[in-house]
């Protein structure tokens, strides 16, 4: 009886940690840049959330987004930093950069 109490313990604990991780992102996903090309060609968000761009690449981007109601235009981001972008709209986004025009994700922001 004791032993299946602690385990019930310790497997909260495991939890719980892990849960205040995804709370601490506020809600982040992070998109890889390598070879010159988004890791992924779609992403489904939430409005309000932010996608990350981490330049795991050995090249310089620049991300932007065109349209009628959201404009965003990064600085060049070196290889190692981050991007951040807030959708704070619905629609569907096509994320691009101005140094790689063939690099597209196209975003759903519900």
């Not at 032993?3 to 809600?27: C, D, Y």
């Not at 932007?64 to 959201?70: K, L, R, T």
């Not at 930093?81 to 790689?100: E, M, P």
Request: net charge neutral.
């Amino acid at each position: 009886m004791q032993i299946r109490k602690i385990s019930r313990v310790l497997a909260m604990t495991a939890v719980l940690p892990a849960a205040a991780a995804v709370a601490a992102v506020g809600g982040i996903v992070t998109v890889s840049q390598q070879n010159r090309a988004f890791a992924v060609s779609n992403e489904r968000i939430a409005h309000g959330q932010t996608i990350r761009f981490d330049n795991d690449d050995q090249f310089r981007h620049q991300i932007y987004v065109e349209s009628p109601s959201f404009n965003f235009e990064s600085d060049e981001a070196d290889p190692g930093t981050t991007v951040d972008i807030l959708f704070a709209k619905a629609g569907v986004f096509q994320v691009r950069c101005h140094i790689h025009p063939k690099m597209l994700l196209t975003v759903d922001v519900n």
